[in-house]
């Protein structure tokens, strides 16, 4: 299975995010600012990221902004986690280089759908990217 690195200040969706991957198979490492997350991303190349987009310091949108101009960790996909479930923070998300958006709180089936399609590298796929961000 994959190696997740999850972004998360908040302990409750920290512990539901690492309980539901783990019940998947997954290994997942964990961040609680995005300094730290930068960090363990540069050293362990995780093969997914799940980014908080409200985040002390450092938003998630910035952070995932500074992994994608980095050819070392372009093309690791990065799934944006928000509270915030407006229509212009997914607009947000896409533009910072977000491969997915999932607000919160998270479904488990959602949240595996995700995790799924991209780790298959399906994001590009026209329904795939409809599920992932919710258009077409």
């Given at each position: ?37 930068l960090t363990l991303v540069r050293g362990e190349r995780p093969d997914l990221i799940l980014m908080d987009i409200q985040l002390p310091g450092m938003d998630g949108l910035a ?74």
């Open positions: 299975m994959a190696r997740i690195l999850i972004i998360e200040d908040n302990p409750a969706n920290m512990k539901l995010a690492s309980l539901l991957l783990r019940n998947a198979g997954h290994t997942v490492q964990c961040a609680v600012d995005a300094e730290t997350g952070a995932t902004s500074l992994l994608k101009q980095d050819p070392a960790t372009a093309g690791i996909p990065v799934i944006a986690l928000t509270a915030l479930a407006m229509k212009t923070d997914e607009e947000k998300s896409q533009a910072a280089g977000c491969d997915a958006y999932i607000a919160k709180p998270l479904r488990y089936q959602q949240l595996y759908a995700a995790v799924d399609a991209l780790l298959a590298g399906s994001a590009e796929d026209s329904q795939a990217h409809a599920y992932l961000f919710g258009t077409p």
